[in-house]
């Protein structure tokens, strides 16, 4: 008898000037154990030979288009979608590295759990020549489970931040989409993907492989760090949580710790933006930031070294403004909060 064939993988990616490391990605999509997929590659307004780079790439399952300016990522990552195939859709991206297994193993789990309307997996993190220096793990309070839901998922989020879902991993069904919706960037910006995430958790029960599966490049070209960088708007992810919060009343449905580390959170972005604001000149701007009062009560949750840093850089910044010592004060803060590989070249 013959076997069931294998059901079409859309890969979904986007590029942008990323000619140095997208050969390495494109082989290692390319040269996946599961073995019927599609790749569908944006070259999103490339200015650095991405799109030649692609091109180069002789394999009949890959097709790339040109825009000629950049439409913006998950804009990019819509129109993609809109033009693939598959039953499965994964968005990955064009600076990472994926492991052989992990479109097999990602298909595998959706068609055992039928339910189940995603999945993503582990990563490593390495850096822009591929060595690898970390990865993430599956919270505690997670492990063992056969998937997530959005009741346990949300508050985890306002805790922890978005540590769970990582967004170059993600595979659906195409039947999930036609449910929730594409990414919606017009609204939430950079903050899309997580909302996205929370789209589908409210409808369905979401699935995390416990294996890193993929290889995670950071560095001074990835996307959040250009977000990032002298960023005086709040944090695009609270824009999103906020809406949720109040669309779905959880509120009264929230622990006094739930509440109390998302308000650590705020802080910790406030104080970053000060300190933003002091490097960029605008002292009225940063201390007005400054004047929410710092969570005392997320010490006794836990004391982490990002609490204690946090603290620190708030009563720095009070101290090098009052003694009006602002340019020494601005210096280090640029070098306190962009030191390091993935700043390196915009400090200098």
């Not at 000619?19 to 073995?35: D, E, F, I």
């Not at 919606?184 to 416990?210: C, Q, S, T």
């Not at 990032?228 to 824009?239: D, G, Q």
């Amino acid at each position: 008898m013959d076997k069931k064939p294998q059901p079409v993988v859309s890969v979904c990616i986007s590029a942008y000037n990323v000619k140095q490391v997208l050969g390495a990605a494109l082989s290692s999509v390319l040269a996946q154990t599961y073995k019927n997929i599609e790749v569908i590659l944006i070259d999103n307004g490339s200015t650095d030979g991405t799109y030649d780079v692609a091109r180069s790439v002789v394999d009949e399952r890959l097709h790339c288009i040109r825009f000629p300016s950049n439409i913006g990522g998950y804009q990019a990552m819509n129109e993609a979608i809109k033009m693939s195939q598959g039953e499965f859709v994964a968005v990955y991206h064009s600076d990472d590295i994926y492991e052989p297994t992990i479109v097999e193993k990602e298909v595998n789990y959706l068609q055992i759990h039928p339910q189940v309307g995603a999945v993503f997996c582990l990563d490593h993190f390495i850096d822009y020549e591929g060595r690898i220096f970390g990865g993430t793990s599956l919270p505690q309070e997670f492990l063992g489970r056969e998937w997530l839901v959005y009741e346990e998922v949300f508050p985890f989020l306002l805790r922890n931040k978005n540590i769970l879902f990582c967004c170059p991993t993600f595979m659906t069904r195409r039947k999930t989409l036609e449910v929730v919706g594409l990414f919606n960037p017009e609204k939430y910006g950079i903050g899309a993907d997580l909302e996205m995430w929370i789209r589908i958790l409210r409808k369905f029960p979401v699935g995390i492989l416990n294996e890193r599966l993929m290889r995670y490049r950071v560095g001074r070209n990835q996307w959040s760090n250009r977000y990032n960088y002298l960023r005086t708007e709040p944090e695009a992810s609270f824009y999103v949580l906020d809406d949720y919060l109040e669309q779905d009343q959880w509120l009264h449905k929230l622990s006094p710790t739930d509440l109390v580390e998302y308000a650590f959170h705020r802080c910790d972005d406030d104080t970053f933006r000060a300190a933003n604001w002091v490097v960029r000149g605008n002292i009225r701007n940063a201390l007005e930031l400054l004047k929410q009062p710092y969570p005392w009560r997320t010490l006794l949750t836990n004391i982490r070294r990002r609490k204690l840093r946090v603290l620190l850089l708030r009563m720095l910044i009070y101290s090098g403004l009052a003694l009006g010592a602002v340019r020494p004060l601005a210096r280090f803060l640029m070098w306190s909060e962009y030191r390091g590989p993935k700043y390196k070249t915009r400090v200098e």
